[in-house]
């Protein structure tokens, strides 16, 4: 067990683990984390949804004063205040909003860690019912031993079967693999 913590701790170091940890610890001390974690995964969805707000935080173009002053309109647009808000203003302060997305990702391992949670990430050829991903929940639970958050990508390139990841394992089950797979041995064969 110690080997998994201490392999969380290398996904949570650098730059955006110093961030990661002391805005986990102000969290914890002011019991907010819940909130925090809302806040972020706010803030991670504008980010995927917005290709400009991705321009504003990784280009250099931008001075510490126009980055804090963006950003903070966009956290006041989008209502995200308290430790979230402060936290993301004092990052673009100091110019590190560039390794805001680690930052982010960082802060959710440090949870996942406190809380017990596994985290995978399942790649299926199409969007899974309810009860499928409460089956694919069960099954990687099962295998962990704890409970497990769970990310789902859809790439229909895979055409069947599904890629799990957790931790530093991956099962590949994918049709198109085992395609690619048969593909191969018939030309070795041939």
């Known amino acids: 067990m110690a080997e998994g913590g201490s392999q969380d701790r290398t996904l949570v170091s650098g730059v955006a683990g110093r961030y990661a940890t ?11 984390i819940d909130a925090v974690s809302a806040d972020l995964d706010t803030v991670t969805a504008m980010l995927a949804e917005s290709a400009d707000l991705r321009r504003l935080i990784e280009s250099p173009a931008f001075s510490a004063e126009e980055q804090t002053a963006a950003i903070n309109a966009v956290l006041a647009k989008a209502a995200i205040g308290g430790w979230a808000g402060k936290f993301i203003g004092l990052v673009a302060s100091k110019r590190r909003l560039f390794a805001l997305p680690g930052m982010i990702q960082g802060y959710k391992n440090l949870v996942a860690e406190a809380r017990g949670i596994v985290s995978a990430e399942v790649t299926v050829a199409e969007a899974p019912t309810p009860k499928r991903l409460d089956e694919i929940k069960a099954a ?3 295998v962990a031993g704890k409970d497990v958050d769970l990310r789902v990508k859809v790439d229909p390139a895979l055409i069947g079967g599904l890629v799990v990841k957790m931790g530093s394992r ?7 693999t085992k395609l690619n797979s048969i593909r191969l041995a018939m030309k070795e064969v041939g």
Do not use: I, Y
């Open 22 to 32: 002391a805005l986990f610890e102000l969290a914890s001390e002011a019991n907010a």
């Open 140 to 142: 990687l639970k099962g």
């Open 170 to 176: 991956m099962v590949d089950a994918s049709l198109k």
